[in-house]
Protein backbone atom coordinates (compact mmCIF):
# COMPACT_ATOMS: atom_id res chain seq x y z
CA UNK A 1 0.00 0.00 0.00
CA UNK A 2 1.14 3.59 0.11
CA UNK A 3 2.49 4.75 2.78
CA UNK A 4 3.60 7.92 1.91
CA UNK A 5 3.71 10.64 -0.98
CA UNK A 6 6.44 12.82 -1.76
CA UNK A 7 7.00 16.11 -4.31
CA UNK A 8 9.27 19.04 -4.93
CA UNK A 9 8.69 21.04 -7.03
CA UNK A 10 11.81 21.84 -8.19
CA UNK A 11 15.39 19.77 -8.48
CA UNK A 12 17.09 19.64 -4.87
CA UNK A 13 14.87 21.19 -3.14
CA UNK A 14 13.33 19.37 0.12
CA UNK A 15 10.39 17.24 -0.14
CA UNK A 16 7.03 17.63 1.12
CA UNK A 17 4.74 15.08 2.15
CA UNK A 18 1.27 15.27 1.22
CA UNK A 19 -2.02 12.87 1.67
CA UNK A 20 -2.94 12.61 -2.24
CA UNK A 21 -1.90 13.87 -6.02
CA UNK A 22 -2.81 13.67 -9.46
CA UNK A 23 -0.96 11.85 -11.68
CA UNK A 24 -0.70 11.74 -15.29
CA UNK A 25 -0.20 9.41 -18.08
CA UNK A 26 3.32 9.83 -19.83
CA UNK A 27 4.17 13.14 -17.91
CA UNK A 28 4.05 11.84 -13.85
CA UNK A 29 2.96 13.75 -10.66
CA UNK A 30 1.22 17.08 -11.20
CA UNK A 31 3.93 19.64 -9.42
CA UNK A 32 6.58 17.78 -8.94
CA UNK A 33 10.28 18.51 -10.20
CA UNK A 34 10.14 15.59 -13.20
CA UNK A 35 7.04 16.26 -14.62
CA UNK A 36 6.53 15.77 -17.82
CA UNK A 37 10.51 14.96 -17.99
CA UNK A 38 11.42 12.21 -20.44
CA UNK A 39 14.81 12.39 -20.90
CA UNK A 40 14.59 8.22 -20.25
CA UNK A 41 12.00 5.82 -19.46
CA UNK A 42 11.03 5.91 -15.98
CA UNK A 43 11.49 8.98 -14.81
CA UNK A 44 7.59 9.78 -14.38
CA UNK A 45 7.32 8.14 -10.52
CA UNK A 46 9.57 6.73 -8.49
CA UNK A 47 8.67 4.27 -5.41
CA UNK A 48 10.93 2.49 -2.37
CA UNK A 49 9.68 0.46 0.05
CA UNK A 50 9.29 1.21 4.46
CA UNK A 51 11.12 -2.05 4.88
CA UNK A 52 14.39 -0.91 3.09
CA UNK A 53 14.27 2.94 4.49
CA UNK A 54 14.39 1.14 8.33
CA UNK A 55 16.67 -1.69 7.51
CA UNK A 56 18.97 1.40 6.37
CA UNK A 57 18.54 3.06 9.53
CA UNK A 58 18.71 -0.56 11.25
CA UNK A 59 21.89 -1.58 10.35
CA UNK A 60 23.52 1.47 9.67
CA UNK A 61 22.54 3.47 12.87
CA UNK A 62 21.13 5.98 11.11
CA UNK A 63 17.89 7.71 11.29
CA UNK A 64 16.71 8.86 7.87
CA UNK A 65 13.26 10.03 7.08
CA UNK A 66 11.10 8.94 4.37
CA UNK A 67 11.61 12.12 1.94
CA UNK A 68 15.33 11.77 2.06
CA UNK A 69 15.28 8.89 -0.29
CA UNK A 70 13.92 11.70 -2.64
CA UNK A 71 11.54 8.73 -3.90
CA UNK A 72 7.87 10.13 -4.40
CA UNK A 73 5.87 7.24 -3.05
CA UNK A 74 6.74 5.42 0.07
CA UNK A 75 4.98 1.57 0.22
CA UNK A 76 4.39 -0.76 2.90
CA UNK A 77 3.87 -4.58 1.93
CA UNK A 78 5.36 -3.81 -1.32
CA UNK A 79 8.31 -5.90 -3.29
CA UNK A 80 9.07 -3.59 -5.26
CA UNK A 81 11.53 -5.50 -7.15
CA UNK A 82 9.37 -7.83 -8.44
CA UNK A 83 7.14 -5.20 -10.49
CA UNK A 84 10.23 -4.45 -13.17
CA UNK A 85 9.12 -5.18 -16.42
CA UNK A 86 5.18 -5.49 -15.08
CA UNK A 87 2.23 -4.07 -15.17
CA UNK A 88 0.50 -2.82 -12.03
CA UNK A 89 -2.42 -0.15 -10.52
CA UNK A 90 -3.05 1.53 -7.80
CA UNK A 91 -6.45 2.31 -7.51
CA UNK A 92 -7.82 3.37 -11.07
CA UNK A 93 -4.44 3.88 -11.84
CA UNK A 94 -2.11 1.73 -13.96
CA UNK A 95 1.44 2.00 -14.06
CA UNK A 96 4.60 -0.19 -15.74
CA UNK A 97 7.55 -0.66 -13.86
CA UNK A 98 10.48 0.07 -15.62
CA UNK A 99 13.87 -0.49 -13.73
CA UNK A 100 15.46 -0.80 -10.61
CA UNK A 101 15.68 3.15 -9.02
CA UNK A 102 19.56 2.48 -8.21
CA UNK A 103 21.01 4.52 -5.99
CA UNK A 104 23.70 7.43 -7.57
CA UNK A 105 26.19 9.70 -6.15
CA UNK A 106 23.59 12.77 -5.53
CA UNK A 107 21.75 9.94 -2.69
CA UNK A 108 25.26 9.18 -1.72
CA UNK A 109 26.27 12.54 -0.71
CA UNK A 110 22.63 13.45 0.55
CA UNK A 111 22.92 10.61 3.07
CA UNK A 112 26.78 10.65 4.07
CA UNK A 113 28.15 11.68 7.25
CA UNK A 114 30.20 11.22 9.75
CA UNK A 115 29.82 7.70 9.95
CA UNK A 116 28.96 6.83 6.88
CA UNK A 117 30.77 7.47 2.94
CA UNK A 118 29.09 8.91 0.09
CA UNK A 119 30.07 5.19 -1.38
CA UNK A 120 29.03 3.35 1.47
CA UNK A 121 25.79 4.92 1.33
CA UNK A 122 25.41 3.88 -2.43
CA UNK A 123 26.46 0.61 -1.99
CA UNK A 124 24.20 0.02 0.86
CA UNK A 125 21.03 1.17 -1.53
CA UNK A 126 22.06 -1.58 -4.25
CA UNK A 127 19.03 -3.62 -5.36
CA UNK A 128 17.05 -1.65 -2.37
CA UNK A 129 17.05 1.62 -3.60
CA UNK A 130 13.49 1.69 -5.27
CA UNK A 131 11.32 0.96 -8.70
CA UNK A 132 11.01 3.67 -11.66
CA UNK A 133 7.73 3.33 -13.40
CA UNK A 134 5.92 5.67 -16.57
CA UNK A 135 2.23 6.63 -15.39
CA UNK A 136 -0.26 4.50 -17.99
CA UNK A 137 -2.96 6.00 -16.89
CA UNK A 138 -4.05 9.79 -15.57
CA UNK A 139 -6.19 9.45 -12.02
CA UNK A 140 -5.69 10.19 -7.99
CA UNK A 141 -3.09 8.79 -5.53
CA UNK A 142 -4.00 8.64 -1.95
CA UNK A 143 -2.21 7.35 1.11
CA UNK A 144 -3.71 4.04 1.99
CA UNK A 145 -4.50 3.16 -1.63
CA UNK A 146 -3.36 -0.76 -2.53
CA UNK A 147 -1.25 -1.89 -5.23
CA UNK A 148 -2.55 -4.66 -7.76
CA UNK A 149 -0.43 -6.94 -10.05
CA UNK A 150 -1.71 -6.66 -13.82
CA UNK A 151 0.31 -9.24 -15.92
CA UNK A 152 1.10 -12.27 -14.41
Known amino acids: MIQAI ?3 KKSKQGQVGIDAVKVDAGKG ?6 YGKRREQGQNITFVE ?3 IAAFNRNFGQSIGQSETRRNI ?13 EFSIGDVRFYGV ?3 EPCSV ?3 ALAND ?3 SSQVVKAWVRTGGLR ?7 ILKVGMQFNLLNR
Open 29 to 34: IVGDRN
Open 50 to 52: NEA
Open 133 to 139: ANVLTTG
Open 107 to 109: LGR
Open 6 to 8: YVA
Open 74 to 86: VTQNVRLNQLVGQ
Open 99 to 101: ELC
Open 115 to 117: SLT
